[in-house]
């Protein structure tokens, strides 16, 4: 089931809510203002449904948001060292809006903009497929990109991502879904117990701007390492993370798990599935409605300076194709 509202009006468009509800209950709010995921519902062991996502009460909180709350991030989701790239030697300024370098696509992102929609009811599916068309040297980045962002609820308690791209001219591109989750719900105000497996045993060692050194490093006796399950805060410390794991699987261009999480309180289960190769783990406690985490799938950051990591240039008539699944459960 699909239902429709109207959230508001900004720069002459209509700003739509879509709730998508399956026969279980589990619920996915979206909107066309920055293909956002609003909220999340799904039950818990005592059969109670809450927000298991971080999510703004107003249209206007969306306008003026700055941490990407449930967007969909692009043209280049993470960090891109000195705003610059070189694409076919040719060189492109890109906008600066973390220091020197470009974070999330720029100022004006993907999630930004408006985007259109299609509905999608068919039988045991519901879907919105969000489209835009990036225009050439948008924030920088070169040609026309051609975007279609396409969630999908299932019977099966999963939300599955599907991003698609074709260009002009060769570009790179690395799309994203920036959700903060808190699996205990909305009036939680922790998420030290939250018991995390993310399935790598490496990592992308960064400098102090969050910028890629080139070097990937073992997690083995690291406070990054989750290979085996443990809670995020088990060292009795609100302690920060955001890096970008390299997934055990990356190469195989399947989709496999990168992450699986257990908020034992509620009984909650998350299992994150993709086709990309990174995922990058941030916690947050401040400045936001609650303590939350995100767990971002993506290709590594600023992979254009590191021949070794993944490749991120879309050519011409190539197709920038990746999927990521949240699978939703209870024990």
């Not at 610059?84 to 060189?91: H, L």
């Not at 719900?185 to 400098?207: C, F, P, Q, W």
């Not at 997690?219 to 302690?239: A, C, K, L, M, Q």
Request: include cysteine; charge should be negative; hydrophobic fraction near 30%.
């Amino acid at each position: 089931m699909i239902n429709i509202a109207t959230m508001g009006q900004w720069a002459g468009e209509e700003i739509k809510k879509y709730s998508l509800t399956n026969s279980h209950g589990t619920c996915v709010e979206l909107s066309n203002y920055g293909a956002c995921i609003l909220g999340i519902y799904t039950l818990d062991k005592y059969k109670k449904l809450d927000n298991i996502v971080l999510a703004y009460n107003t249209l206007d909180e969306y306008l003026k948001d700055d941490k990407y709350m449930g967007c969909v991030v692009g043209r280049y989701a993470n960090r891109i060292s000195g705003a610059n790239i070189i694409v076919d030697d040719t060189s492109y300024s890109l906008s600066a809006n973390e220091d020197r370098n470009t974070l999330h696509g720029g100022y004006c992102g993907f999630g930004k903009h408006v985007w259109t929609v299609e509905v999608i009811e068919d039988t045991g599916i519901n879907g919105i497929k969000f489209h835009r068309i990036s225009p050439h040297l948008e924030e920088g980045f070169p040609g026309n990109l051609n975007v279609t962002v396409t969630y999908i609820l299932t019977e099966e308690n999963t939300l599955v991502i599907k991003y698609l791209a074709r260009c002009d001219r060769t570009t790179i591109v690395n799309l994203s879904s920036h959700s903060y989750y808190n699996l205990a719900g909305k009036n939680s105000n922790t998420i030290s117990d939250h018991v995390l497996r993310v399935n790598a045993s490496e990592y992308t060692a960064s400098d102090n701007n969050l910028i890629p050194t080139g070097m990937i490093k073992s997690v083995t006796g690291t406070p990054y390492d989750f290979s085996v399950p443990r809670s995020i805060n088990s060292n009795g410390e609100e302690y920060l993370y955001d890096l970008n794991y390299v997934l055990q699987d990356y190469n195989t261009g399947r989709l496999s798990l990168a992450a699986s999480v257990l908020e034992p309180t509620s009984g909650r289960t998350m299992q994150v599935y993709t086709t990309q190769p990174g995922l990058q783990l941030y916690t947050i406690y401040d400045n936001i409605p609650r303590p939350a985490f995100c767990l971002e799938t993506q290709h590594f950051p600023d992979s254009l300076r590191h021949k070794h990591f993944p490749e991120v240039r879309l050519k011409s008539g190539e197709v920038y194709n990746h999927v990521t699944e949240y699978r939703f459960g209870v024990v």
